[in-house]
């Protein structure tokens, strides 16, 4: 069910917050295709999030979105911050900005642009030798062979409109989103029971404090 940690700070003056859900592994056959798709929505300057929220709200700034893959599971989050008086247009911007991956879709430009991103921010990840020991690292951890590497510009310039929609879809939690809000409670606790089931914990409180 949707649920909602509210995470009290009585002197802050804005409110951070995470939106999510159930992610991937690190080994799921789709992770390319999934990376090519959150870039369009939050995983760069001129993504959906960061223009909408940004750009056009001046809501914040920086949103972003993105899968953190583990070896069992995963998670998918949108995270961004906004001071305490807009947090509840924050949330429903970013909700609806969100909704556009099933409600329009990808077109062929914005697809092809996010390609040519993610092709040539990835050669840069693996140009040191510590990134190099870092990607061997994550191979061994997490199960990957050295298909990682060598076929991700053909699993990025393959990817369809048509899959963008099956991996959206399939992957992209839609229902029952988990919410994480870092405020001040006394401003925030009653836009916080709008999204779900609230948890308010203190920022003092063991996990939260110093």
């Not at 030798?129 to 997490?142: C, E, N, V, W």
């Amino acid at each position: 069910k949707p649920r909602v940690l509210l995470v009290d700070k009585p002197d802050a003056i804005e409110t951070t917050f995470l939106i999510g859900g159930v992610g991937i592994r690190y080994d799921n056959p789709d992770y390319v295709g999934l990376t090519v798709v959150n870039t369009i929505l939050g995983g760069r300057f001129t993504s959906w999030l960061n223009d909408e929220l940004r750009v056009n709200a001046g809501l914040t700034y920086g949103a972003r979105s993105g899968f953190s893959p583990y070896s069992k599971s995963g998670l998918f989050q949108i995270s961004t911050f906004t001071k305490s008086s807009t947090t509840k247009e924050a949330i429903d911007l970013a909700l609806l900005t969100y909704s556009r991956l099933w409600e329009k879709g990808i077109d062929q430009a914005t697809l092809d642009s996010a390609k040519a991103y993610v092709k040539g921010q990835f050669p840069p990840q693996y140009e040191t030798s510590g990134q190099l020991a870092g990607l061997l690292s994550d191979m061994y951890l997490y199960g990957m062979n050295d298909d990682f590497i060598n076929q991700f510009q053909a699993k990025v310039d393959g990817l369809t409109l048509a899959e963008t929609q099956r991996l959206v879809t399939q992957y992209f939690p839609q229902q029952n989103l988990q919410f994480v809000l870092i405020g001040n409670a006394a401003e925030i606790a009653d836009i916080a029971t709008q999204y779900g089931e609230v948890t308010q914990v203190s920022i003092t409180d063991t996990g939260f404090g110093q």
